[in-house]
C-alpha cells in the first residue's frame, strides 16, 4: 500500500480525527483553567464576609459601622450648612460617648497649589480631632476621612465609609483594653470636596502634625469593590511592607500609583504628604455611578466593602501603632502586586529590571531556538513584530473612544461622574471580547503569510520589549508585563523541548502569570471608567489576547477562519447592546447635569452656564461657547453662556475697616507707596462661599493678600506671560463675613474689588426667574447661584 493510500484510509483518518479531538480537548481544557485562574485571581481580592453587630467587641463590625452611616449621612452635608454642622455635633458626640475628647480644629484652609486652583480655594474647616494616648511614642498614626460631602448627595460612601470605619476603629482599639505604643490620632477632615482644606489646615498649623507619623487615609470613588491601597508616599518599603504584612486584605498594586502620577486624583493625601506625613492612600471605585450622586446615601452602601476597609485599617492601626515609626517611614521603594490567595508579592524597585531583562532575553532566546528548529525564520518574526503594532493600537483607540461611542448612541449615557454606567458589566464584557477579536483579526489574516508561530512570537516581543521600557521609565508598572512575557517565553521553551503530548501543558503553565495578572488588571481598572479604557485596560487586555495565541493554534479552524474573530466581534456588539438595553435611566438610575447662574448687581444683567455639550434639558437655556466667564466663580473652564432674567438677589457687601498709607497696622515704617487695605467682604443672603478678586490696573500693584490671616498666591499655576489676577473664594465664612488685607504698590485708577457671593445647593435654582427644573431622571450637580458687584475704594487718607 502506497504512502497516500495509508493518509487515505479509514484506520489512518480515525487516528487522525482522535487526534484533532485531543488537540481541541487539551486547547479547550487549557483556556478553562487560564480562564478560572483569572477569575480566581478577580475574587480572591473581591470582599465577600461581614461581620455581625454581635462581633466581639475588639474585632471591626461593619454593621456597627453602618449604623453610623444611617444616622449621619442622611442628608448633603456640604461645608458651611446646617446639616453639616448636625454631623459634625453627632461625631463628636459619639466619641465622647466612648471615652475620649475631641478637639474641634478650627482654621483657614487653603487648597494645596498642586491643584492650580484660580481663583484660589480658601475656607473655614472644622476637623474633628481624637487622640488615644500611646504608652510611649515614636510618633503618630492617624485614622483619616472626610466628613464634608458634595452639595448634591448625603455622602454615605464619599466619605461616609471612611468616616464610619474610623469611628468604629476607634470604639474596637478601646475595647481591646490595650494601649498602642503610639499615639492613635483620629482626624476627621473637613472641606475635603472644596478643595483639600480641612487637610491642608491641620498639615500647615496644628500641633499634632508634626513629628513622625503614618497616616491611613480611607476615601470612596464608588460603592463597592475591593478596597485598594491605590497609593503612598515615597520611599514606600517600609510602609508597604507593614501593609502586606498586617492587613488581612492587603489589595494594592504599585501600577496604580505609577499610573495615579499621570491622572488627576486628589485625596487628602496631596495635602499630606507635601507636610512630610507619611500616607498610604486607600480607596474602593466599584459602582462609580453613585459616586457624587444624589444615590450615594446609606441604601447604596456595601458591607463587604466596609468591612474590608475596617478589617484593614483596625489591623494597620495596631502594626503601626506598636511599630517604630521612626523606620517604618521609610526604606526604599517596592514593586508590589496581589496574587491569590490574598497574598501581597513585593520587592526593591531596582530589582524590577530583573524580571523584565529575563524576558526580554528569554524571548530572544525562544525567536531563536525556533528559527533553529525551522520553525519560524527571523524576517518573517521581525514582520509579524512589526504588524502587531496594529491590533495593539486599533486596541488602544477602541479604548479610547469607546465611551463616546455609546453617548453618541444615547447621550443621557454621559450624564456620571466616573464614566461608569449604573449596569457595567456587559460593557466591561464588551470591552474585554473587542480586545480579543481585534488579535484574531490580526491572526487571522496574517496567518498563512507569516505563519502562527512567527505571529505569536511578534506578540511576545512587544509585550517582552514594553516590560522592559516600564522596568526603566516606570518600575513600579513594570510587572504587570514582565511576568506574563517571561512566563510565555518559558512555556515556549519548554513546549519546544518536550514531548507533542506536553506542548499544551507547557504553553498552560507559561501563560498562568498572564492569568494571574494581565487578565485581573485589566479587569480590576475597569471601574476607573469606560473613558480611560483605552489606557490601562485594552492594552492589558490585547497583550494578555496576543500571548495566548499559541493556544489559539490549537484550537484555529482549517476553514473560514476569519469567522473566529467575526464572531468574537459579533459578541462584543451583542454585548454593548445587551448594555445599552438593559441600562436604565429613570428616577432610581438618574444622570446628572450642571447648569450656572450669575447677576451682575452692578449692571443687571443674568447669565446662564452650561457645559460645551449640554444635553437636551440644559440646551434649554441657550447660549454660545465661550473660554471665559464674565465671574469664573461660576463655572471654571470652557462652557456655553446664554441670557437670563435678573433674580431679585442681595448683592454681597463689602466694608472697609482699615486703610493705611505709609505705615503698617503696628506703626512699623514701611517702603513709602505702600498702602494696606483691610475689608470686610459678606454674603447678605447666606451663601456658603464669597469671593474677592482685584480689578484694573491694581492687580499688577498688590504685593500680598490675606483671607482670614491666610496668604493667597497671586496667580498660582498661570501660563507664562499671562495675568490672571489675585482672586479667591471662601468656603463657609462666619455669618458676619471674612476678613481680607490687602498691600498695594502705588498704582494708577482706582481700587477696584469684585465681591461675589456664591451658593450651592440644587434647590437655590428654584427660586430663579426662568428655571425649568430637569426631569425626574436627572439631578443638578455642580450647579451654582453666584452675585457679583464692584466696590471702588477711594484712596488712602
Known sequence: MTTSENRTSPAHQDASAARTRRSLASGFVALGVLLL?????????????????????????????????????????????????????????ELRRMGLRPEVHEATGLAPQSLEAWPVVAGRVLNIVAVIPGTAPTGRVFVTAHYDSVPEGPGANDDGAG?????????????????????????????????????????????????????????ARGAKGPVLMFRSTRPNGGLVSVFGSAAPHPVADSAFADLLELLPNDTDFTAFAPAGMSVLDSAFANAGTYYHSVLDDPSHVDLPTLQQMGDNTLALVRAFGDADLARTAGGQDL????VPPGILVRYPAWAASVPAGLAFLATVALVLLARRRGVVTLRRTLLAAVSALVPIGLAVGAGIVFWDALVAIRPELGGTATTTPYRPEPFWLALLVLAAAIPLAWYALLRRRLGARALALGMLAWTAFLGLGLAVASPGSSHSLAWPALGAALGGLAALHVPARWRVPALTAGLVPAALMLAPGAWVALPMGLAYAGYAVMPQAVLAAGLALPLVEVLWPRRRSLLVPSAALAVAIILAGAGLGLERIDADHPRRTSLGYGLDADTGRAFWVTSTSPGAWARRYGGVASAAHPFPEVWTGPGRVGPAKAATLAAPSLEVTGDTGDTGETGDTVARGVRTLRVRIRSERGATQVGLRVDGSATAAVRSLTVAGRSVPKDPAGAPGEQRGVAFTFHAPEPEGVEVSLTLAAHDGPLR????????APGDMSALPGYVPPPEWMFLAGSRVAVAKTYTVPDAP
Do not use: M, W
Open 335 to 338: 514593586v508590589y502586586f496581589n
Open 753 to 760: 474689588l469684585r465681591v461675589t457671593d456664591v451658593s450651592t
Open 37 to 93: 485562574i483569572a477569575v480566581g485571581a478577580v475574587v480572591d481580592v473581591t470582599p465577600f464576609s461581614v461581620s455581625p453587630a454581635d462581633a466581639p467587641a475588639r474585632d471591626f463590625s461593619a454593621r456597627r459601622a453602618f449604623s453610623h452611616i444611617e444616622r449621619f449621612a442622611t442628608a448633603p452635608h456640604p461645608a458651611g450648612t446646617a446639616e453639616h454642622t448636625r454631623v459634625r455635633e453627632y461625631l463628636v458626640g
Open 163 to 219: 468616616t464610619a470605619s474610623a469611628i468604629e476603629t476607634a470604639r474596637a482599639l478601646l475595647a481591646d483594653g490595650r494601649r498602642p505604643r503610639n499615639d492613635v490620632v483620629l482626624l476627621v477632615t473637613d472641606g475635603e470636596e472644596v478643595g483639600l482644606l480641612g487637610a491642608e489646615a491641620f498639615a500647615a498649623g496644628h500641633p499634632l502634625a508634626g513629628g513622625k507619623s503614618v497616616v491611613l487615609n480611607n476615601e
